[in-house]
Structures are given as structure tokens and as C-alpha cells.
């Protein structure tokens, strides 16, 4: 057995490697990985980190770029290195694609680390991650050896080049054996992506859940302000023309004030909206405000129709926030908001039931007083950053137990 690989006794925390691809354009994932790295410091880890950036990708060759996508062996001899000098115990990735490649989880396995890695989204499944496509979910590829639909549709970055790269990467590490030998511990965000990575045939005994996590506690508000509010890119796939619509149905004058906050592709559409008075764009704010405006508002509204990839923070900031949400009963929401409790689901794309929602939340004043006691309570249960270390940890001895049976 490697002493590296050992659950400490003595009392000493594990020694963990966060690794990370970081990504061009900034997103959920990029927060992810430095909210753990916070968290993990905090509770006295040593936390060291091995990342890349795609502002990297500029200058490299298209074959030199997907040969990196599925095996950069560099990498995976650099992660090993550290794990011997530093005496690591788990690394933990995140993003991977495509400067870092799967090889870094044999670098770090081969020299003795316990290996967790987090599904931010479907991409093990899925080569354009999402599972969405022409405007609806998708599984056309889940199950696949390979993923030959994703290069006919062009699903990664609008290319088949690239998607090919991503089909490849995952056709050959299902083939070597990397999803199930090289990995000790997976990470869904949520239980429907955990039934979806199931499904895809990635090791059920290996497919832990942990959400995601608020760093810090933005304080409960009040709702008085009672209008009904969405935060977030403003696209089809966010449910934004359903919203709109549930707006302009006949029974709108029985829905309380709209604010929509964010920007995106359909932001023509939603400032035309706007000649409707009970609508009001705000456009993009930064997260001070939002927050704000979540304290303030009696609704959050969240009519996605993609399944979402992880644990929508918007969601989680709304919980924390004591705001009841409105969702569509589909993917990550159907897990997320509980009837009754937090908030109200119906059907994506439905418009008229969308608004009968929303109404049913404000209608009985104690009925919404409960529910905003149970969005805050799923935040102090659930994604409070106390609670999701105790998963996390949790999921590090699970994962070190794991590699020394494998070695024994």
C-alpha cells in the first residue's frame, strides 16, 4: 500500500491536487473550482493546483489540438511528478478538455493518489456536454462506444472536426478502460445526472452526488417587494420566449410585476416585450444586485428547457435568499424544487402553466410564508458550504479506500 494513498489517522487531512481547464469565457464551473479550493484551505487542507487556460489553444494546429484532446501525455507526467514530490493523496478534476486530457488521471493514479473527478456536465455522455440539441433535450449518444451523431450535428463549437476530437477522446478512454480504472470516485451535481452518467454506462459503485455550494451566505431577505424575477442568459433554451408569453396570455393582469435580469441572443425580444408595463428589462447585473433584487422579489422563475448541466447557482442563491421558485418540472429542476416545499414545478414550454404557477406560489399567504421556509432550508441542508464539505470529505475517504483495495 502507498503511504501516500493512506486515510490519515493521526488526525492529518488529505493533501489535495485541484486540477482545472479553465475556459475562455468565464462560467460556473471556473467559480466551482475556486469556491472548493477556498473551502478545502479553510478546513485546514493543504490545497495545491495544477491548471490550464484555453486562451492557450491560439496558435496550436487543429490535428496537434485534438491529439492533446485525447492523450497529452506531458500532462499526465507533470500531475504524476507532483503527486511523488508533494506526497498528494487525492486529486480532484474538474475541467479536463482539452489541454489536460484524460492521461492526467493515469499521472496521477499510477503514482499513487486517490483520483475524483467532477461532472460539471454530460460531456463523458455527450460530446457537446449539454444533452440538447435543435432546441430540445437530447440522448441520441448516451450508451454510444461512439458518439457518431454528435460529429453529423456539428454538436461541440458548431464543428465536426471538433466534435469528432471529443467523440474520439471518448470512444478511446471507454475502450482503454480509463472511466473505469483510472477514476476512483465520481462527482454528479445532482441525482438526475447521476441516472443520466449511469445510463452511459460510467461505474455505478463510483457515482457519488454532491451540488454545488454558496462560498459564503448572501442572508435571507424578506420579499417585499413581491414581483417575479428571472436571472439569466436571455435564449431559447432558458425558457425566456415562454416566459415572455406567460406575460402576454390573457391572464396577465393576475401575475404580479416581471424584472428580467441578463443578456444574451434574444435581448431584442425581451426590450420589445417590454412595451407591456408589467415587464421591466433591467439587463446584465452584477451579483451584489442580484442578490438584492433576489432578497426583494416573492418569485424567481426559472422556465429552462435543456436539462442544465449542474446545480444552476441561480437557483441556490434564490434558496439562501428565502425565495420560492417557479421551474420547469425537467432534468436538474425536477430534482432540485420539491412541491410544496421550495417552490412549483410545470411543464417546459407551457406558458399558461407557467403563469398558473407562479399565481399558485403568491396565492395563500401562509402556503408562501412555508415555502419560503423551505427554499431557505434546502440552502442550509443542502448547499451551505458547512454541509457540502462533510460530502465532500466523505467523498475523499470513499475514493482513498477505494485506490488502496485496488493496489492491495
Not at 157 to 172: D, F
Request: glycine letters at 10%; hydrophobic letters at 40%; aromatic letters at 8%.
Amino acid at each position: 500500500m502507498s503511504p501516500r494513498a493512506e486515510w490519515h489517522g493521526d488526525g492529518r487531512l488529505p493533501r489535495v491536487l485541484q486540477v482545472h481547464n479553465f475556459y475562455q469565457i468565464g462560467g460556473g464551473e471556473d467559480s466551482v473550482f475556486e469556491a472548493e479550493g477556498r473551502l478545502l484551505r479553510r478546513k485546514g487542507h493543504d490545497v495545491l493546483r495544477y491548471t490550464a487556460h484555453n486562451d492557450d489553444i491560439d496558435g496550436l494546429s487543429l490535428p496537434l489540438l485534438a491529439q492533446r484532446t485525447v492523450w497529452n501525455g506531458n500532462v499526465g507526467a507533470e500531475i504524476g511528478e507532483l503527486v511523488s514530490q508533494k506526497k498528494v493523496d487525492v486529486v480532484h478534476f474538474h475541467n479536463t478538455l482539452p489541454l489536460i486530457s484524460p492521461a492526467a488521471y493515469w499521472g496521477a493514479r499510477k503514482a499513487g493518489a486517490a483520483v475524483v473527478k467532477t461532472l460539471h456536465n454530460y460531456r463523458l455522455v455527450c460530446p457537446g456536454a449539454l444533452l440538447h440539441r435543435d432546441g430540445r433535450p437530447c440522448e441520441t449518444c448516451i450508451g454510444k462506444s461512439f458518439a457518431a451523431p454528435a460529429i453529423k450535428h456539428k454538436c461541440y463549437k458548431g464543428s465536426r472536426i471538433a466534435s469528432a476530437a471529443v467523440a474520439t477522446m471518448n470512444a478511446t478512454h471507454r475502450a482503454i478502460g480509463t472511466w473505469g480504472n483510472a477514476i476512483d470516485r465520481y462527482i454528479a451535481i445532482t441525482e438526475f445526472a447521476r441516472e443520466k452518467f449511469v445510463q452511459g454506462e460510467l461505474p455505478v459503485n463510483k457515482m457519488a452526488v454532491k451540488p454545488n455550494f454558496l462560498d459564503e451566505d448572501p442572508g435571507m431577505g424578506t420579499g417585499s417587494g413581491g414581483f417575479a424575477l428571472f436571472v439569466g442568459r436571455l435564449d431559447a433554451a432558458k425558457g425566456i420566449r415562454t416566459l415572455l408569453q406567460a406575460w402576454n396570455d390573457d391572464i396577465t393582469d393576475r401575475l404580479p410585476k416581471l424584472i428580467i435580469v441578463g443578456d444574451g441572443p434574444l435581448a431584442a425580444e425581451v426590450q420589445a416585450a417590454c412595451a407591456n408595463e408589467r415587464i421591466e428589462w433591467l439587463g446584465w447585473r452584477d451579483r451584489t444586485n442580484v442578490l438584492a433584487l433576489m432578497r426583494d422579489a416573492g418569485v424567481l422563475l426559472f422556465p429552462s428547457e435543456w436539462y442544465e448541466g449542474g446545480t444552476p447557482m441561480t437557483i441556490i442563491e434564490a434558496f439562501a435568499s428565502c425565495l420560492p421558485i417557479v421551474a420547469s418540472d425537467l432534468g436538474t429542476m425536477r430534482t432540485m424544487i420539491a412541491p410544496g416545499v421550495n417552490g412549483k414545478r410545470f411543464d417546459p414550454g407551457n406558458s399558461i402553466a407557467l403563469a398558473e404557477a407562479v399565481q399558485s406560489v403568491l396565492a395563500e399567504k401562509e402556503q408562501y410564508a412555508a415555502l419560503r421556509k423551505g427554499a431557505r432550508k434546502s440552502f442550509e441542508d443542502t448547499y451551505a458550504a458547512a454541509a457540502n464539505y462533510e460530502l465532500l470529505l466523505d467523498i475523499y475517504k470513499e475514493a482513498i479506500r477505494e485506490r488502496n483495495t485496488s493496489v492491495n
